[in-house]
């Protein structure tokens, strides 16, 4: 059996030395799209469509879609597959906000763009770069988050440190994160600031905040010793210096990116909030697969790993979500995809114990055709899973 999971991570390690820039070029396919529903239920999605961002709405939980409103103007190469994608959220007042990364001519790199519709989807303001550094670099895999309060945050993979650390003939490994606020609802964005050196190059950030508004982004690392875990840290306040703090030990060493972005979610919430919930992959070559734990957000500790999914099929990419429930107990979904043969599976566990413990794994959907990653959606009520596939789009209930 060791011998079994060594082989599965040594090939997972093969596939990551030229996946780099499969999972970077800009795609024509509309597979990898984003989503969210808005208080009142209906269901946003954006997709790309030859260099177009594209947003369309349902208002029967995806049975049909509105004609589709261009957001750019102009085509760009837009990254759109894997864990690039264009991104959508909903702000409290129904504002429609959207952020994609243009891919530029030099490899690798790119511009991160913003987008506002404040009449309700029916057309969209002129897109903005959202930083103030225009070198041709790696500025990618961005992360949008609505605060409660409206505030917008945006966080990115970035690269000039890196540039700048050659320049002097210095050491540095990875990349580092970035991020920008606007507090004028999309209007403008603040200069961005560095949240962290030493980010994993090419795997997804995940943000979500505390009760008080505070956002919390999770990305995975570039420890000592080249080992590639996760850690996490406050947005700070003001001028205030990041705290980071490292949220898994699977002490995975790869001089390499996985592509591979955990998912994030936080724990219960109002005065009932206790941290985050993780789930993510580890490559290690002792028992590599996908693993769930809880971030204790005051303490900073994380709870003992429990595994999940089935190495033999491939299972990653998972997405976690959780709501209070009616007796205040908090449920959680999590979902993940597995490949059998010729067949994409989304797999799910519910839990009504705040994560403590776990109903057996189940499939939620299947297609012979190519498909996307999971995620999960809801409406403050209702949870669904939303997939999309070669063989159309599914929004299928979970509760």
């Known amino acids: 059996m060791k011998k079994l999971l060594l082989s599965l991570c040594l090939l997972f390690t093969t596939i990551i030395s030229y996946a780099h820039e499969e999972h970077t070029m800009p795609q024509k396919s509309n597979m990898a799209i984003s989503v969210a529903m808005d208080a009142a239920g209906k269901l946003w999605r954006a997709s790309v469509r030859d260099g177009i961002v594209m947003v369309d709405y349902s208002i029967d939980l995806a049975k049909s879609f509105s004609p589709a409103v261009k957001v750019n103007a102009v085509p760009q190469k837009i990254g759109a597959d894997g864990e ?39 057309s969209f303001e002129k897109p903005q770069i959202v930083h103030t550094d225009r070198s041709e670099i790696t500025h ?11 505030k917008i945050t945006v966080t990115w993979v970035d690269k000039r440190d890196l540039l700048a650390a050659k320049a002097v003939n210095k050491k ?11 507090s004028d609802k999309g209007l403008s964005f603040q200069p961005e600031k560095k949240l962290a050196d030493n980010s994993c190059e090419c795997c997804r950030i995940v943000t979500t905040n505390k009760p008080d508004g505070t956002v919390v982004a999770m990305w995975r690392h570039v420890f000592e010793g080249s080992e590639r875990d996760h850690n996490i840290a406050e947005i700070p306040k003001a001028d205030l210096k990041p705290e980071l703090h490292r949220a898994t ?8 990116c996985p592509h591979h972005g955990a998912a994030l979610a936080a724990g219960a919430a109002g005065k009932d909030w206790w941290g985050y919930h993780m789930a993510y992959f580890e490559g290690n070559d002792a028992n590599p697969g996908l693993y769930y734990s809880r971030m ?7 709870s003992t790993a429990k595994k999940f999914g089935n190495d033999h099929h491939q299972a990653g990419h998972p997405a976690i979500l959780s709501v209070s429930g009616q007796k205040e107990e908090e449920l959680v ?8 043969a010729k067949s994409y599976k989304i797999m799910g566990m519910f839990s009504d114990s705040g994560g403590r413990n776990w109903g ?13 990653y999971p995620t999960l ?6 949870v669904y899973l939303s997939w999309n596939t070669l063989k159309g789009y599914q929004l299928v209930p979970l509760n």
């Open 249 to 256: 030990f699977g002490h995975w060493k790869i001089d390499g």
């Open 296 to 302: 204790d957000g005051v303490a900073w500790a994380s």
């Open 84 to 122: 690039a994608r264009p991104k959508i959220a909903i702000s409290p007042e129904g504002h429609i906000y959207l952020t994609w990364t243009e891919a530029l001519k030099t490899p690798f790199s790119g511009y991160i763009w913003f987008a506002r519709s404040i009449n309700a989807g029916k």
């Open 140 to 150: 990618r895999f961005d992360a949008l988050h609505i605060a409660p309060d409206g």
């Open 377 to 382: 959606i809801s409406n403050g009520k209702k």
């Open 360 to 372: 057996d794994a189940k499939i939620l959907a299947s297609t012979s055709e190519k498909a996307d």
């Open 172 to 182: 540095y490994d990875g990349a580092a994160i970035y991020y920008s606020v606007s």
């Open 333 to 340: 979904w999590l979902v993940w995809r597995e490949v059998e």
